[in-house]
């Protein structure tokens, strides 16, 4: 099994982009896009950027507050819309990348259960519980994925009660040209 996508987490070590978090084991480089006939899309990308972090990814939904540096892997968001290192490892490629995303046995569950917690959350607005520019992000995630699957009624509460129904205009128009 390979390590590529895994995340280690270090404390105390200065980064310009993380703050006083590193990520130390992560590889952005082609060589490690290990796809396979079995995972095209290379998912397990999303899998092992997850695992250290998912606990904490709910506990910090539950509460209403994002504290944490996963936007990326958790709620991600079409390729082209972010040029941060991490935007282009976890961005997806297109619609059919994203509706085998929903597809997969773990991450389709746990994005259905985050965007359920965010849901649940009352008395905050999505710029309090994300900040910006994660509020954003989060917009762009969701017009994703509503648009990947019927079975998108999570995705639009999410949308109607965040963003007044609004898609992102920009990942349509990306959509209209993948």
Known sequence: MSNCGLLNWSRGARSRTLGTR??????????????????????????????????????ELR????????????????????????????GISSLEEAQAYLQHDLLGPRLHECT?????????SIEEIFGPPDDLKLCSSMTLFARATDANQDFVALLAKYYGGGEDRRTV??????
Not at 32 to 57: E, G, I, N, W
Request: proline content about 5%; overall charge positive.
């Open 63 to 90: 509460a209403g507050r994002k504290r944490g540096h996963w936007m990326w892997f958790v709620f991600p968001q079409l390729r082209g819309l972010g040029s941060s290192p991490l935007a282009v490892r976890y």
């Open 22 to 59: 590193r990520l130390t084991a992560i590889r952005l480089s082609n060589q490690c896009d290990m796809k396979s006939a079995s995972d095209p899309f290379d998912l397990k990308r999303f899998v092992y950027a997850q695992a250290p972090v998912y606990r904490s990814v709910v506990e």
């Open 116 to 124: 359920g917690l965010v849901n649940q959350v009352q008395g905050r």
């Open 173 to 178: 128009a990306l959509l209209a040209v993948t």
